[in-house]
């Protein structure tokens, strides 16, 4: 992949980041379907087996899913990289690919996973650890996930990577379908989004 397409998925991206995630805290409800069946079944409405991750998308969290170094001398943060690219005025010389070629992977996703909202299906503990890589959490679905970790500074849970791996792959038998999702906007009136799944 070359920078000039790079630059052109990483616009498209963050206008999708900007729309779908910015500035939002997502409560991902997620159980295995087949325990929460006999669950409504058994026990008269009540369900246990459901769980609950919520996470949260700064404005500074999209450069981390995107896989590119950022060009001090040219962009001042996390935050400057962002809005470069959201109003157009990434250049090629701003950024670099990881030497280890996983910026290439990461964009190959990038768009599909800014619309997670929609389009995750599973969710659960990440047990895939590499030499050069930590996540506690991962969403996703069979083009690739996101992971979370909890921010030593908010106690946030906020996304950290982005994975071109099949979802099962990173999670192994710990695994859940993603039954439903809240959102919500970090600042302001405590208002929640419901979708369902399915």
Same mark, same amino acid.
């Given at each position: 992949? +070359?920078?000039?397409? =790079?630059?052109?998925?990483? #616009?498209?991206?963050?206008?999708?980041?900007? &729309? %779908?995630?910015?500035?939002?805290?997502?409560?991902?409800?997620?159980?295995?379907?087949?325990?929460?069946?006999?669950?409504?079944?058994?026990?008269?409405?009540?369900?246990?087996?459901?769980?609950?991750?919520?996470?949260?998308?700064?404005?500074?969290?999209f450069q981390?899913?995107?896989?590119?170094?950022?060009?001090?001398?040219?962009?001042?943060?996390?935050?400057?990289?962002?809005?470069?690219?959201?109003?157009?005025?990434?250049?090629?010389? +701003?950024?670099?690919? =990881?030497?280890?070629?996983? #910026?290439?992977?990461?964009?190959?996703?990038? &768009? %599909?996973?800014?619309?997670m909202k929609?389009?995750?299906?599973?969710?659960?503990?990440?047990?895939?650890?590499?030499?050069?890589?930590?996540?506690?959490?991962?969403?996703?679905?069979?083009?690739?996930?996101?992971?979370?970790?909890?921010?030593?500074?908010?106690?946030?849970?906020?996304?950290?990577?982005?994975?071109?791996?099949?979802?099962?792959?990173?999670?192994?038998?710990?695994?859940?379908?993603?039954?439903?999702?809240?959102?919500?906007?970090?600042?302001?009136?405590?208002?929640?989004?419901?979708?369902?799944?399915?």
């Amino acid at each position: 992949m +070359d920078k000039r397409r =790079a630059v052109q998925i990483l #616009t498209r991206a963050a206008v999708l980041y900007h &729309e %779908n995630l910015e500035d939002q805290k997502i409560m991902f409800l997620y159980g295995v379907p087949a325990e929460v069946r006999k669950q409504l079944r058994t026990k008269g409405g009540e369900i246990s087996t459901i769980k609950g991750y919520e996470a949260a998308f700064h404005r500074y969290n999209f450069q981390h899913l995107t896989g590119v170094k950022i060009n001090r001398s040219q962009v001042s943060s996390a935050i400057h990289f962002y809005e470069k690219c959201l109003n157009n005025r990434l250049m090629q010389n +701003d950024f670099s690919f =990881a030497e280890d070629g996983s #910026t290439v992977q990461k964009l190959d996703i990038l &768009e %599909n996973m800014m619309n997670m909202k929609r389009n995750v299906t599973m969710i659960g503990d990440f047990i895939d650890r590499g030499p050069r890589l930590y996540t506690e959490k991962a969403a996703g679905n069979v083009c690739g996930c996101i992971g979370f970790v909890k921010d030593k500074n908010t106690g946030l849970n906020v996304p950290n990577t982005l994975l071109k791996k099949r979802y099962p792959g990173c999670c192994g038998t710990s695994r859940a379908e993603s039954l439903c999702y809240f959102s919500q906007k970090l600042s302001g009136r405590q208002i929640f989004n419901f979708r369902e799944k399915g």
